[in-house]
């Protein structure tokens, strides 16, 4: 039986993965090694029950009675903190998901690669914040990443049987978030409640703010460049409003193929989880007549600065992977603590940027995870200071 540990079983992405293992046959099928998750340790104990899991794991040490409490009787062991977090991913396992939300996934994944495991990645931001590092320490224990960003499993799927070289675009596709077809000047003003109404995904609350900003798209150009190795010049971003074409790839002849589906994360995740076999999935069939039209427009760079500054990282590269995801986390807490607009988290992550290339310097390659984890701390104290002179 294979086995399987989701990190951040309890969001978005770990409740669909549960989802399609319970579709599979569960605990008939897989055995479930470890499954992590943060505040809602209700919900862990019940997936922790049902998978008949070997170890529940809350990232917070004040969550572990109501933790123990839950699985009483059950017979599966409980644990909290951050260091059981990575215990947790030191246990071998065949296939583990990464979906701890932000830079906190990083470390989890990071270990899980040194038992030559395959590492589902719905976290970005470990390739965003230490892409060369992940990829290395991938090939050094003979472990496997495949992408569960829906953009990047299109990417990821249009390339089988091809040759990266005779790769000339990716195009990602992008819905555009909730405030698309807003004008300009009423961005500023946007509310979180707002922000979140996405008109396609559902998925957690930060990527869906995220989505909105296109500091999500932001992140994926970047995830995009460290995972297929192609130049920053090679990533172009289109918005698509109907969020049917999940990204394409374009080759030297000019043929480009694409990932069509229902905006469904179940079919990135079950592709990875049933990799390298397609298995039946729950999800919608694409009915193309009701559909009728798929349409495309460029990002305007006003409504998305964003955008430009995904470029500017990847020009630096070094720490700005981890710099701008720091950044980034902080501006979304303070707009979701409505102590800065909508409009002011780029700014923020601007301003951070600028003050520490100008002191610290983001261009030097990180040795190591420490390295990266030291930027992200300087980084998140930089944006606190960013953030209250704008607020
Ligand atoms: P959610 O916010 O829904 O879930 C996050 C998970 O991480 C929960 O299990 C949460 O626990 C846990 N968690 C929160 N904070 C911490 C912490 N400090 N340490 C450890 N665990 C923590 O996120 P999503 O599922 O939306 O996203 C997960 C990842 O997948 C992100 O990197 C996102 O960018 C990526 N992704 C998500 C998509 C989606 O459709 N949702 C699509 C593509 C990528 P609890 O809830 O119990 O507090
Ligand atoms: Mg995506």
């Known amino acids: 039986m294979r086995r399987i540990s989701i990190f951040g079983a309890t969001g978005s992405i770990g409740e669909q993965t549960v989802d399609l293992m319970l579709h599979h046959g569960g605990a008939e099928t897989f055995r479930t090694v470890a499954l992590t998750g943060g505040r809602n340790v209700a919900r862990l104990a019940e997936m922790a029950r049902a998978l008949r899991a070997e170890v529940a794991v809350t990232a917070f040490d004040d969550c572990l009675p109501a933790l123990r409490a839950a699985l009483a009787g059950s017979g599966i062991e409980a644990a909290a903190g951050e260091v059981a977090l990575l215990e947790a991913a030191d246990r071998p396992a065949d296939w583990i998901m990464s979906a701890i939300v932000g830079a906190a996934g990083l470390a989890p994944g990071f270990h899980a690669l040194r038992h030559g495991t395959t590492l589902a990645l719905a976290n970005k931001e470990s390739l965003v914040t230490a892409g060369p590092l992940l990829m290395a320490e ?15 499993s299109a990417i990821f799927q249009a390339l089988v049987g091809e040759d990266l070289a005779a790769v000339e675009r990716i195009v990602l596709t992008a819905s555009g978030g909730a405030l698309r077809d807003w004008p300009l000047e009423r961005l500023a003003r946007a509310t979180v409640a707002e922000a979140l109404a996405h008109p396609n995904w559902s998925m957690g609350q930060r990527i869906t ?39 394409m790839v374009g080759y030297r002849d000019g043929a480009m193929m694409a990932h069509l589906g229902a905006a469904d994360m179940r079919h990135a995740i079950g592709y990875a989880l049933n990799w390298p076999e397609r298995a039946d999935l729950p999800v919608a069939r694409l009915d193309f007549a009701a559909l009728a039209q798929l349409t495309f427009r460029a990002p305007e760079d006003a409504r998305y600065p964003a955008l430009r500054l995904a470029r500017e990282v990847m020009a630096t590269r070094g720490l700005a992977g981890a710099a701008f995801n720091a950044a980034k986390e902080i501006a979304l807490d303070h707009f ?26 983001l261009g030097n390659a990180p040795m190591g995870l420490e390295d990266v984890l030291s930027m992200d701390r300087i980084a998140r104290a930089e944006a606190e200071t960013c953030a209250l002179a704008l607020a």
């Open 336 to 361: 979701i603590g409505a102590r800065i607009g909508f409009a002011d988290m780029a700014g923020v992550v601007e301003d951070t940027l600028a003050a520490l290339s100008r002191r610290n310097g």
């Open 209 to 247: 703010i995220d989505s909105a900003s296109m500091f999500n798209k932001a992140l994926e150009v970047i995830e995009t460049r460290e995972y297929f190795g192609v130049a920053p010049e090679q990533i172009e971003v289109i918005i698509h409003p109907e969020s049917i074409i999940h990204s």
């Open 138 to 152: 991938a090939a050094r224990h003979g472990a496997r990443i495949l992408p569960v960003d829906s953009e990047h």
